[in-house]
């Protein structure tokens, strides 16, 4: 289904017929194997997160496995929510909640100590209305969050893009971590230039990770985003 020319990934009715027609669990971009080392750096286990667009993934299993104890997951899909809820109907770590990212109104102002995002903002990005829904997606994730939290964005988008679409959205404090990608099973396995758990030095182009990684590097970015207020 396209809307406008574009896939209609804001729409309810497109995953709903994704999940129906492929059932099996699908991580986008990176597993929680890979990401441990870095959400283990800005997280705690007692901390009250959010998955965002958490799909069929078992990221979040892997986050309860390893010690988390609060992780809500939401996704515009009844399909799959329904799916993961029956799957985890056992864990008192894991709810699933069919929510639509651009309207979280159901939770309260400053409800969760972080929230993840695997593909969820590029995903609107890509689609229908793209600036509006980024907008509207980008206010209610720091709504959510607690003052010093943080919104973890694992994404292709470069800095030269994604920077200036988090700034325009509110007061981060941002930083930059890079990981390699993982390409059809296998994770790149070309000569690493940069450790994960090691923030990347920002600049406002992008040039610096050009001069690092070359123009079209096999690797994800993840941007961490806490949450300043103004005094």
């Avoid at 182009?205 to 949450?227: A, M, Q, R, W």
Wanted: hydrophobic share 35%.
């Amino acid at each position: 289904m396209t809307i406008g020319g574009t896939q209609a990934y804001g729409e309810a009715s497109y995953w709903d017929r994704r999940y129906t027609q492929d059932q099996s669990p699908f991580d986008w971009y990176q597993n929680y194997s890979a990401l441990s080392p870095l959400l283990n750096l800005y997280l705690s286990p007692s901390n009250r997160l959010l998955v965002v667009g958490c799909g069929n993934s078992a990221f979040s299993e892997g986050m309860a496995n390893d010690g988390y104890e609060d992780i809500v997951n939401i996704d515009i899909s009844s399909v799959v929510i329904e799916a993961m809820q029956k799957k985890y109907s056992n864990s008192s770590k894991l709810t699933y909640i069919t929510m639509d990212v651009r309207n979280m109104s159901a939770f309260q102002t400053g409800s969760f100590d972080a929230v993840i995002d695997k593909g969820t903002l590029d995903s609107i990005l890509c689609g229908d209305n793209s600036k509006q829904n980024s907008s509207m997606m980008l206010e209610e994730v720091r709504r959510v969050l607690k003052d010093n939290g943080v919104y973890i964005l694992i994404t292709y988008g470069v800095p030269a893009f994604r920077l200036d679409l988090l700034r325009n959205a509110g007061n981060w404090n941002i930083k930059l971590h890079i990981i390699e990608k993982i390409v059809t099973g296998v994770r790149y396995e070309g000569q690493r230039k940069w450790e994960l758990t090691n923030p990347f030095p920002l600049d406002e182009d992008g040039k610096s990770l050009e001069d690092v990684f070359g123009k079209n590097p096999d690797i994800h970015y993840i941007y961490v985003c806490t949450k300043e207020t103004c005094i």
